[in-house]
């Protein structure tokens, strides 16, 4: 018997709950050094991703499914996250108000994917450059964009740990 994709999207709203309370848990409690450390002065550092997050919750993802669920056939506003880095000054945020920002917006967004009934998933805006954009596609990335960020997150905090201890990791095993 075939899975439907309407029988996956309670599997990916619960793991979207899920990754919000993993990046609860990840991203609390830290200090201005940790939040504000870049391994390379061209990545992003904690405060940044925090501030991606939210943006993409709301204007990205959240946007884009609704979008595609309402009206396929009519291409999306574009977006520019790397470029609202400095548009709008990522640097300069409160951390623990962007955190909880984004937080707020997951509980909004779960809330509304739980609402949904018989959406359909299947209709799609026909993109010149990356072909057909569906609901479902939408929807599957916007976990996959978590993992993506949970292991960046988790590589920050790797290699800040190893930076500012000088210890050599490699007992811990490998990166």
Same mark, same amino acid.
């Given at each position: 018997m075939e899975i439907t994709f309407e029988q996956n999207?309670? @599997?990916?709203?619960?793991?979207?709950? !899920?990754t919000r309370s993993i990046y609860q848990t990840l991203l609390t409690g830290l200090d201005e050094a940790t939040r504000t450390w870049k391994p390379e002065p061209d990545l992003w550092c904690l405060l940044e991703i925090v501030c991606h997050?939210?943006?993409e919750e709301r204007e990205d993802f959240r946007?884009?499914?609704k979008h595609m669920l309402t009206s396929p056939a009519v291409h999306a506003p574009s977006i520019d996250p790397v470029g609202w880095v400095t548009e709008r000054k990522y640097m300069e945020q409160?951390?623990?108000e962007m955190l909880k920002a984004f937080l707020d917006e997951r509980d909004q967004s779960v809330i509304w994917l739980k609402s949904l009934e018989n959406a359909n998933w299947a209709g799609a805006y026909n993109h010149p450059r990356f072909g057909p954009l569906t609901?479902?596609?939408?929807?599957?990335?916007?976990l996959a964009h978590d993992y993506l960020h949970i292991r960046q997150i988790m590589s920050r905090k790797?290699?800040?740990?190893?930076? !500012?201890?000088?210890?050599?990791?490699? @007992?811990?095993?490998g990166w």
């Open positions: 999207v309670p @599997y990916i709203i619960e793991g979207l709950e !899920k997050l939210y943006d946007a884009r499914v409160d951390y623990n609901a479902k596609m939408f929807l599957t990335n916007w790797y290699h800040y740990l190893h930076q !500012k201890t000088g210890i050599d990791l490699e @007992y811990a095993g």
